[in-house]
């Protein structure tokens, strides 16, 4: 199984919609970039693994699923990259695969010592963009070839057969 570990806030801060998003709404960018994940999980069907930084949310390492999604908030005195670089040594072996996605060029580089792929944070970007947009077109495909009403209706028929079906009567 593929296994994609994220550093949660180099993709916030790399990530024009979330960078803005961050200004106004801290919580909202991490919601936002965990939602982004479920996504791209959903597509490729690996596992995701989102890491933030302890410093943003104080107390104790934090382990939750949201859609499916891995998130974790290190302890308070570990970095992202500390847990990321464990993480990727822990989970590396002959099935599975991990990639790394952070645009932190030493943290890239220690994790590619450890066996595991890296992806900027650009070019997890374009992916998920690429992904949207073949989504995009499958669904207008989709809605192309749903089925019609095979009797066209006016406004006020339609309204009429809306009434009884809502259990109303005709002079209502």
């Known amino acids: 199984m593929d296994i994609l570990l994220v550093d949660g806030y180099n993709m916030i801060g790399a990530w024009p919609e979330l960078r803005q998003l961050k200004e106004t709404d801290f919580a909202g960018a991490r919601d936002r970039l965990i939602e982004l994940m479920a996504e791209y999980q959903g597509v490729h069907g690996c596992r995701v693994i989102v890491v933030f930084d302890a410093h943003f949310v104080k107390g104790t390492e934090k382990k939750y699923r949201d859609s499916k999604v891995e ?3 290190t302890r308070e005195n570990e970095t992202a990259d500390e847990r990321i670089e464990k993480l990727a040594i ?3 072996n ?3 695969q991990v990639s790394v996605a952070t645009s932190d ?3 890239q580089w220690a ?5 595991a792929l890296r992806i900027s944070a650009r070019e997890l970007l374009t992916e998920l963009n690429m992904m949207q947009k073949s989504i995009g077109k499958k669904l207008d495909k989709i809605s192309y070839y749903k089925p019609q009403v095979r009797i066209p209706l006016s406004k006020e028929q339609t309204e009429i057969f809306e009434k009884w ?4 009567k ?3």
Do not use: A
């Open 165 to 168: 079906r809502r259990g109303g």
């Open 90 to 92: 822990e989970l590396n």
């Open 111 to 115: 994790v590619f010592g450890q066996g």
């Open 71 to 73: 998130v974790i908030f």
């Open 105 to 107: 060029y030493t943290e």
């Open 94 to 96: 002959i099935r599975d």
């Open 170 to 172: 005709m002079n209502d």
